[in-house]
Every structure is written in C-alpha cells, then in structure tokens.
C-alpha cells in the first residue's frame, strides 16, 4: 500500500499542489489524469523525492515518513521501494540498452555484475528488446528507448512504479506498443500509479481514476464511474473536451 497524506508543493508563489491525499492498494492501477499544469507530474515526483514536497507524510507498506523532514536514509528506502518511467527516458547515453536496465542493480541494490546481467537480459526480452542489448539510446527509436526504461524499472522488482506520461513523447504509432507493455506490467500485479492522457488505457488498466485540477484532487473513482458518471462539473468539462477533440472517443 502507497499512501501520501497532506501533501503541498510551492514553485516560488505558485501553488502546485494544495493539501493532495491519495491511498493505492497493494497490486492497483491508479491512472491521474487532468489538464497540463494540475500537479500530477508534481505529485509523481514528489512521491520519489525527484522534487522536495513543502509538508505531507508518505506511507509505502510499513515504512512511514514526512516529506520535508526525510533524512537520506529514508529517502535511500523510499527510492529502493519504488521505480520511476520518464516521459523522456532518462537514459544514460553512453550506456547501452543492456548497461542501462543493469545500473539500478549494480550500484542501487549492489547486485553483482554476473546476476544484474542475467536479470537485465531477462527483462529485455520481456519487453521486446531481446536483439537491442548492446544499442545504444540513439540508436533506438523513442518506442524502444521508453521500452528500455520500462524493463529497467520493472528489474528492480519495485513496490510500485509510477509512471509520468509515458508516450507523451512518442510518435503516435509508437504509443500503441508502449501502451501494451504497460498491461503486461499491471498484468503482473505490480502496484502503479499512471500518470496519462490516454483515456482508453485508464479505461482498460485502471482500478481508480483520479482527476486533478489546480493542484487539488476534484474526483476520484472507477473507471465507470469517472468516465461515464462524472459527478463534478469541473470533470465532465474535461471530458467533454477529450470527445470534442477526438470524434473517435466515446465513454
């Protein structure tokens, strides 16, 4: 279970996040959407200590901690329960596809070369890439590229993988197989927080939908609930906007 209670983030005057609570239950897929500039990537990274939230407390299976407060030991644990998955990869570029999903083994969970080899070529090839080993990121389309940081979070064996719009920076026939990667991911029972503009996938994968504006939670629920029963305004505009934008779509 991931729980984040209170939490607030300032950028300078700007309030990014006011008072945001979520709970995840072991083995969920919780899918935010909401508008640019509503606080999901914000909350995802502050989640992850990638950004250093101004008060609120995070809760990750028995481990419980304030986010302002956290000494490096126990953002080292949070980071060692958790696996992050970049819109824009985050790949080391002068590491190949093999030496990249290897590094969080070798240097965060001290695994030796041999065993993290094993493990990274195994994930590879779970995720499509068993004849990329030794690519490099430039040499991998952005498909390929987000494929690889998918298998280097999955290797970690992390409590939950928070994924921070994974196929924004994607070719639009790029998303598709990314998208399928993800199911085998939530497939497997790992707990995972999704942040999209996919609305099919958060129809398809999700067990909780939040929506977000201006910082705050406005609505949470199922997937059936959330897309065909809205019971916020705010919600249903953004919905509406969706349908308007694509004639394809229908909730």
Same mark, same amino acid.
């Given at each position: 279970?991931? @729980?984040?209670?209170?939490?607030?983030?300032?950028?300078?005057?700007?309030?990014?996040?006011?008072?945001?609570?979520?709970?995840?239950?072991?083995?969920?897929?919780?899918?935010?959407?909401?508008?640019?500039?509503?606080?999901?990537?914000?909350?995802?990274?502050?989640?992850?200590?990638?950004?250093?939230?101004?008060?609120?407390?995070?809760?990750? /299976?028995?481990?419980?901690?304030?986010?302002? =407060?956290?000494? *490096? *030991?126990?953002?080292?644990?949070?980071?060692?329960?958790?696996?992050?998955?970049?819109?824009?990869?985050?790949?080391?570029?002068?590491?190949?596809?093999? %030496?990249?999903? $290897?590094? !969080? #083994?070798?240097?965060?969970?001290?695994?030796?070369?041999?065993?993290?080899?094993?493990?990274? %070529? %195994?994930?590879?090839?779970?995720? !499509?890439?068993?004849? =990329?080993?030794?690519?490099?990121?430039?040499?991998?389309?952005? /498909?390929?590229?987000?494929?690889? /940081?998918?298998?280097?979070?999955?290797? #970690?064996?992390?409590?939950?993988?928070?994924?921070?719009?994974?196929?924004?920076?994607?070719?639009?026939?790029?998303? /598709? %197989?990314?998208?399928?990667?993800? *199911?085998?991911?939530? @497939?497997?029972?790992?707990? $995972?927080?999704?942040?999209?503009?996919?609305?099919?996938?958060?129809?398809?994968?999700?067990? *909780?939908?939040?929506? $977000?504006?201006?910082?705050?939670?406005?609505?949470? !629920?199922?997937?059936?609930?959330?897309?065909?029963?809205?019971? @916020?305004?705010?919600? =249903?505009?953004?919905?509406?906007?969706?349908?308007?934008?694509?004639?394809?779509?229908?909730?």
């Amino acid at each position: 279970m991931i @729980e984040v209670k209170n939490i607030k983030k300032n950028f300078g005057k700007h309030s990014v996040l006011k008072d945001v609570s979520v709970k995840v239950e072991d083995g969920q897929v919780v899918v935010i959407l909401g508008p640019s500039g509503s606080g999901k990537t914000t909350l995802l990274r502050c989640i992850n200590f990638l950004e250093n939230a101004d008060s609120g407390r995070l809760t990750i /299976g028995n481990l419980e901690v304030d986010l302002k =407060k956290s000494t *490096k *030991k126990e953002i080292l644990n949070i980071r060692r329960r958790t696996a992050f998955v970049f819109q824009n990869y985050n790949l080391f570029a002068n590491k190949t596809a093999i %030496e990249n999903v $290897m590094e !969080g #083994l070798v240097t965060g969970r001290h695994v030796p070369k041999a065993q993290a080899r094993e493990r990274a %070529e %195994e994930a590879l090839n779970w995720v !499509g890439l068993s004849d =990329k080993f030794n690519y490099y990121p430039a040499q991998l389309s952005g /498909g390929q590229q987000q494929r690889v /940081g998918i298998a280097r979070a999955f290797v #970690l064996d992390p409590e939950v993988i928070l994924f921070d719009e994974p196929t924004s920076a994607l070719d639009p026939e790029l998303v /598709g %197989e990314t998208l399928d990667i993800i *199911k085998k991911v939530a @497939e497997k029972g790992i707990t $995972m927080i999704v942040v999209t503009h996919e609305m099919s996938f958060a129809q398809d994968v999700a067990d *909780k939908v939040i929506f $977000m504006d201006g910082g705050i939670v406005v609505e949470e !629920g199922t997937p059936e609930v959330i897309f065909s029963n809205p019971k @916020e305004e705010r919600t =249903k505009q953004f919905l509406s906007r969706i349908i308007s934008l694509d004639p394809n779509y229908s909730i």
